[in-house]
């Protein structure tokens, strides 16, 4: 709305000039919803608490989970809310790529709140076939999207289509084809199934996803303006920059709700938060042609989602178990370790990984 403003009534009201920068609309959005989730946050719970949409605890978790079970579900819902309402006052609405986005934040959420209610209304969620199958759908939907309307990147003065990667720590670039669809699908997959995975613990998800989106904040910034991305050899990737204010109003509404989702947790995500979050993780990475760069700045649910997998393969093949339980987290559970010391420990390996990111920006 305030973008709109400042294209249409400058000449009206110079003070609407501040809406020009992406940096002042980033920080407002962020604010906003921040505040907006604080504000209206113990009513939701209130709300979400009287309808009885509590959440389910797994019964192969130990005592201090099921201590859990009742604790309100559907906190991607107020997350959903306070980042489009930040969107539509301080986002640029023409922007295709944060179009794109939001399409695909409100698909996701809406495959993941519907898994959310069958859970609270019949005990069991969708089925893991379908729960792909219909995030398999929205994936295939939004690789259409971005084909479209995907502009060619520069790099190192020359222009490059989708196709083409770049692998962090080199200055190469690479033509892989049909292949790169393939991975396209299993980035925004993985993303999705991996944050899922990893919000098991109080704030563990919440912490680590406003980490990873910090990163992307800065690469976003820097991939969206010529200068600093051919100095530091990355792509420059037209409008990305608007991609900064989509992902501060994500942050804001983030910390919000990590106020609530904080050990004791007060509610939780469910996978209408985690799984469109997972998603929109994978698919910046892809605006900004970061594919694999997504490896280090989403480590933490690289992680979990590779015990995961680990776990279900040396069960399958010989019968035996890597971890006491997966995902990992819930393993050191087990070994005793309490569980906000879990999850600080996660957040900072979480950090490393991201400083880690920033270094293969200087190391090319």
């Known amino acids: 709305m305030f973008y709109f403003l400042f294209e249409n009534y400058l000449n009206f009201f110079n003070f609407f000039n501040v809406f020009q920068y992406i940096t002042f609309r980033s920080i407002?959005?962020?604010?906003?919803?921040?505040?907006f989730v604080i504000y209206i946050g113990k009513a939701f719970i209130?709300?979400?608490t009287d309808k009885k949409s509590l959440e389910n605890i797994n019964k192969y978790l130990d005592e201090n989970h099921r201590k859990k079970s009742g604790t309100p579900n559907?906190?991607?819902?107020?997350?959903?809310?306070?980042?489009l309402l930040s969107l539509i006052l301080f986002g640029n609405l023409n922007n295709e790529k944060v179009l794109i986005l939001i399409f695909s934040f409100l698909a996701?959420?809406?495959?993941?709140?519907?898994d959310d209610y069958k859970k609270i209304k019949t005990g069991e969620g969708l089925r893991i076939k379908t729960k792909l199958l219909i995030q398999s759908i929205i994936t295939i939907i939004i690789l259409l999207l971005v084909w479209k309307f995907y502009q060619p990147f520069q790099y190192l003065n020359n222009s490059y289509n989708l196709e083409n990667i770049?692998?962090?720590?080199?200055?190469?670039?690479?033509?892989?084809?049909f292949y790169y669809y393939l991975l396209f699908i299993l980035i925004i997959l993985g993303s999705c199934n991996a944050v899922n995975f990893t919000d098991g613990l109080d704030g563990l998800a919440t912490g680590n996803l406003i980490i990873s989106f910090t990163t992307l904040t800065i690469i976003s910034y820097l991939a969206g303006n010529f200068l600093y991305s051919s100095y530091l050899y990355i792509p420059f990737v037209s409008d990305a920059g608007e991609i900064t204010v989509f992902i501060s109003c994500l942050i804001g509404a983030l910390l919000g709700f990590l106020w609530f989702n904080s050990n004791p947790a007060e509610i939780f995500m469910g996978d209408a938060g985690s799984i469109p979050l997972g998603g929109i993780l994978g698919l910046i990475a892809?605006?900004?042609?970061?594919e694999f760069l997504l490896i280090l700045i989403g480590g933490i649910f690289v992680i979990e989602a590779m015990s995961v997998i680990l776990q279900i393969v040396s069960f399958k093949l010989f019968k035996k178990r890597i971890f006491i339980i997966s995902p990992i987290h819930h393993h050191f559970e087990k070994l005793g370790i309490p569980e906000s010391k879990i999850v600080i420990r996660f957040w900072i390996i979480g950090i490393l990984f991201s400083l880690i990111s920033f270094a293969t920006l200087k190391i090319r």
Request: glycine share 12%; aromatic share 18%.
């Open 28 to 35: 407002m959005g962020g604010l906003f919803s921040f505040c």
């Open 46 to 48: 209130k709300y979400v």
């Open 74 to 83: 559907m906190g991607g819902v107020l997350i959903v809310s306070s980042v």
């Open 108 to 114: 996701f959420f809406i495959s993941g709140f519907i």
């Open 166 to 177: 770049i692998l962090p720590f080199t200055k190469e670039i690479y033509n892989i084809s």
């Open 286 to 290: 892809i605006l900004i042609k970061q």
